[in-house]
């Protein structure tokens, strides 16, 4: 599996309204027609007005897939491509694990985002397959998480979705406290989940 991150900055007011729009009646449609999509978030971060996708896919080429779906699909009325913001980073990264949801219809719960240097090598990989990811996915309140790892670009990052706030700062809190493996993220904060799509089983778009 792999992960494609997309980072947008100063994403509010009418400039998120459209994104949304755009998200639930095109891409969304466009996303549950290509295979190979295992899922798909759309969050964002009110305070910084940062919006960010992210999409798990069984290999690089599906990417092409959904591009060339998005563009068989015409613009969502009374707009067109200048209006919507352009990414201020976006990355490929191969995923080192990946938590699907095993519940549905679960509520529009928070999503913790962390971007980490790794440190350890292999080592610090070994422990997070066998101790955090393991520590994470038991956790009360736990409903989804991925796991990424660019190791050219020396960079991994975490995306994880809880029940409520209560139980994601349960979960940091015995993450931080039990496995021995305590990185220092370069960026962390708590997102909002606006949209999410995939063709997997476990996945599905709210309505």
């Known amino acids: 599996m792999i992960g494609r991150v997309a980072w947008f900055d100063d994403v509010a007011g009418d400039r998120l309204s459209l994104i949304d729009r755009n998200m639930r009646e095109r891409m969304a449609p466009a996303i549950d027609q290509v295979e190979g999509v295992i899922r798909v978030l759309w969050l964002h971060e009110p305070e910084s007005s940062v919006f960010l996708s992210f999409t798990l896919a069984k290999n690089e080429e599906v990417f092409d897939d959904i591009r060339a779906a998005f563009d ?18 976006t990355a490929v990264m191969p995923a080192v694990e990946a938590a699907l949801p095993n519940e549905y219809a679960v509520a529009d719960g928070p999503v913790r985002v962390g971007i980490y240097r790794p440190h350890g090598g ?76 995939g063709r997997g089983k476990h996945a599905s778009r709210p309505s």
Do not use: C, H
């Not at 068989?72 to 980073?89: E, F, K, L, M, T």
């Not at 520590?135 to 979705?161: C, K, P």
């Open 72 to 89: 068989a699909r015409p613009w969502i009325s009374g707009s067109n491509p200048s209006d919507y913001p352009a990414w201020s980073w």
């Open 122 to 197: 292999d080592t610090a990989s070994s422990v997070l397959r066998q101790t955090v990811v393991p520590a994470a996915i038991s956790s009360q309140g736990f409903v989804e998480g991925y796991w990424l790892e660019d190791r050219d670009a020396d960079r991994r990052m975490a995306i994880s979705r809880y029940a409520n706030l209560d139980a994601m700062k349960s979960a940091a809190a015995r993450l931080g406290s039990g496995t021995g493996f305590t990185p220092v993220p370069e960026f962390s904060a708590t997102f909002a989940l606006l949209g999410q799509a």
